[in-house]
């Protein structure tokens, strides 16, 4: 699906979260690739089976960015809280793709409050600082930080960049304080204890930024 909603951690398209919940606002998620620089030991795309008609999967090829603005313009968006872009790649893999779509959004429903989620890794994507072409189109970016340090970083993300990835992601996550209103980091419950989580909570107090322990999600 390119376009889907999300409902305790079952994927359907909107026309079926609305029929199966007729009343309130949800988010909207927008997946744009397979592909990611990391391959994470807990993630869902090796860890969990989902039916044909559920997967997030992209088959075949890529949409184009008028393909995901014709989904974008039937979306009820009187119905929608906030929209996401994420899926089972990493969303900024297609960068230039997603900040384009994010300018549509902003332009064509402005009240919409917008979010990525993102290994924050783009830096080390594309060799450049990446954190400018948010501003003024997001008001969260939320960032896998995952671990307290560069090495179990490492051993949980596998990612290709190597041993210099989590200080990269910890710099491009800084950097954004400047153009995005809202920065929050995420690590995983039952994948870190709660003294690592303790330690990544310190990593983002020192730096002014948000921790979010989100929930596990496997078979």
Same mark, same amino acid.
């Given at each position: 699906?390119?376009?889907?909603?999300?409902?305790?951690?079952?994927?359907?398209?909107?026309?079926?979260?609305?029929?199966?919940?007729?009343?309130?606002?949800?988010?909207?998620?927008?997946?744009?690739?397979?592909?990611?620089?990391?391959?994470?030991?807990?993630?869902?795309?090796?860890?969990?089976?989902?039916?044909?008609?559920?997967?997030?999967?992209?088959?075949?090829?890529?949409?184009?960015?008028?393909?995901?603005?014709?989904?974008?313009? *039937?979306?009820?968006?009187?119905?929608?809280?906030? =929209? #996401?872009? /994420?899926?089972?790649?990493? %969303?900024?893999?297609? !960068?230039?793709?997603?900040?384009?779509?994010?300018?549509?959004?902003?332009?064509?429903?402005?009240?919409?409050?917008?979010?990525?989620?993102?290994?924050?890794?783009?830096?080390?994507?594309?060799?450049?600082?990446?954190?400018?072409?948010?501003?003024?189109?997001?008001?969260?970016?939320?960032?896998?930080?995952?671990?307290?340090?560069?090495?179990?970083?490492?051993?949980?993300?596998?990612?290709?960049?190597?041993? *210099?990835?989590?200080?990269?992601?910890?710099?491009? =996550? #800084?950097? /954004?304080?400047?153009?995005? %209103?809202?920065?929050? !980091?995420?690590?995983?419950?039952?994948?870190?204890?709660?003294?690592?989580?303790?330690?990544?909570?310190?990593?983002?107090?020192?730096?002014?930024?948000?921790?979010?322990?989100?929930?596990?999600?496997?078979?």
């Amino acid at each position: 699906m390119i376009v889907y909603a999300a409902d305790h951690g079952k994927y359907m398209t909107l026309a079926d979260s609305f029929r199966r919940q007729p009343e309130g606002k949800r988010n909207v998620y927008i997946n744009l690739t397979n592909r990611c620089t990391c391959n994470c030991t807990f993630c869902l795309r090796g860890l969990k089976h989902m039916g044909e008609e559920e997967t997030l999967w992209l088959h075949g090829k890529e949409p184009t960015v008028e393909e995901v603005k014709k989904e974008l313009d *039937q979306v009820p968006w009187d119905r929608i809280s906030e =929209a #996401v872009f /994420c899926g089972f790649g990493e %969303p900024t893999e297609r !960068l230039d793709d997603m900040v384009e779509l994010l300018r549509y959004i902003r332009k064509t429903h402005p009240e919409i409050p917008t979010r990525v989620n993102t290994n924050g890794l783009s830096d080390l994507a594309y060799g450049r600082d990446t954190s400018g072409d948010f501003d003024g189109l997001l008001d969260t970016i939320s960032i896998s930080l995952n671990a307290s340090n560069a090495e179990r970083y490492l051993a949980l993300t596998r990612s290709r960049f190597g041993i *210099q990835s989590f200080d990269a992601m910890l710099d491009f =996550a #800084v950097r /954004c304080k400047a153009h995005v %209103p809202h920065v929050v !980091l995420t690590v995983v419950d039952h994948v870190e204890s709660e003294e690592e989580i303790e330690k990544c909570r310190k990593i983002c107090e020192e730096r002014g930024l948000t921790l979010r322990v989100r929930p596990y999600e496997a078979n």
